[in-house]
């Protein structure tokens, strides 16, 4: 399995028998056609879309076909769409601010980053009892099928409190 626009090359290995050597191997669905002594031919695929490979001609040194058995899929999952975050602010200082996501069908994993270092990796965090300083713009990704999304981005704002004021006479 593989995310589309990866550069991942996969082998896909025939072992042949019989007849006499050298063979002539050919996969379909773009596999590519090998010739040698064998009797492991190997080619290396980088599909764009998921595709079943399987031999599609085989022949030995006397032009005598033969046949195959099995195949090989390489699946080519999509990229997820970049979530669209939003959160619960402007909050006051001391307030706690809630990061919200959409459910995304399929998804194993979801992936915070923040200022000052900030990870987590639930659906939907809290920051809990908000400061000043964890204002700024948090994102997140989120994985299906192994494929990570670009990062969708939400602005958090947090309020200071008034300073307690002096009276003077």
Known sequence: T?????????????????????????LDNGG?????AGPIFTFSVSPLATTTYSVS???DALTCAGSGSGSATVTV?????????TNNGPKCE??????TVAYVEGATAWSWTGPHGYSSTDM???LAN??????GNYSVTVTVGGCTSPAGTTT?????KPITPVITA
């Open 2 to 26: 593989t995310c589309l626009g990866s550069s991942s090359t996969f082998t896909v290995s025939v072992i042949v028998s019989g007849g006499i050597a050298p063979y002539t191997v050919t």
């Open 32 to 36: 590519g056609t090998q010739s040698g």
């Open 57 to 59: 001609s085989l022949t």
């Open 77 to 85: 999952n999509p990229i997820p769409a970049a979530p669209a975050p």
């Open 94 to 99: 001391g307030s706690d601010i809630q990061l």
């Open 124 to 126: 939907l965090p809290t």
């Open 130 to 135: 908000a400061t000043p300083d964890m204002a």
């Open 156 to 160: 958090v704002v947090v309020n200071p």
